[in-house]
T-cell receptor, first 111, second 114 residues
């Protein structure tokens, strides 16, 4: 089975940086995804990591350490529109692409 | 717009009733996934279909069933509805041929059971 942990909520100021951590336990790892979800809306894909290291995409970066079962999502130059829930999801090797999602981290950006 | 469509957007019904939620995947995507999102439980995987066949099952209740049709659209049937079934139901689709095989989510159906 899988167990995914991420903080419930984080608050940061506009223009700042926030790092959302995610730890996971899985029987066979085949990729980690980050999604952004605004309240009442669909999750939207942000990033994918399958090898160790950092993936950068504009203001968002995601890091993975498979040996530690650890990932983080880094949000830079925070904007008010970044206030949302950020979901960490793991795909295992025994699945057909199905994902196990963490409970999500609610990021609140303040002026 | 992800390219995944879901109908209806909102559904209000009574306990004991049966409803059908519909999903059309992105053009070319063979996999369809259904998720339930309640306030206290996060995004829960229900079931996956690939090209018409069931491939994976999550915490789907026996009162719930799904299928994927030859044109690849999918339906989720919820019966004997209970108050606790009130939630957002999302459909997602993906193409295993993509390197990342990320899932694209539809806008969801908000089900309210009174």
């Amino acid at each position: 089975g899988q167990n995914i942990d991420q903080p419930t909520e984080m608050t940061a100021t506009e223009g700042a940086i926030v790092q959302i951590n995610c730890t996971y336990q899985t029987s066979g790892f085949n990729g980690l995804f980050w999604y952004q979800q605004h309240a009442g809306e669909a999750p939207t894909f942000l990033s994918y990591n399958v090898l160790d290291g950092l993936e950068e995409k504009g203001r968002f970066s995601s890091f993975l350490s498979r040996s530690k079962g650890y990932s983080y999502l880094l949000l830079k130059e925070l904007q008010m529109k970044d206030s949302a829930s950020y979901l960490c999801a793991v795909r295992s090797t025994d699945s057909w692409g199905k994902l196990q999602f963490g409970a999500g981290t609610q990021v609140v950006v303040t002026p | 717009d992800s390219g995944v469509t879901q109908t209806p957007k909102h559904l209000i019904t009574a306990t004991g009733q049966r409803v059908t939620l519909r999903c059309s995947p992105r053009s070319g995507d063979l996999s369809v996934y259904w998720y339930q999102q309640s306030l206290d439980q996060g995004l829960q995987f229900l079931i996956q279909y690939y090209n018409g066949e069931e491939r994976a099952k999550g915490n789907i209740l026996e009162r719930f069933s799904a299928q994927q049709f030859p044109d690849l659209h999918s339906e989720l049937n919820l019966s004997s509805l209970e108050l606790g079934d009130s939630a957002l139901y999302f459909c997602a689709s993906s193409d295993p041929g993509y390197r990342t095989n990320e899932q694209f989510f539809g806008p969801g159906t908000r089900l309210t059971v009174l």
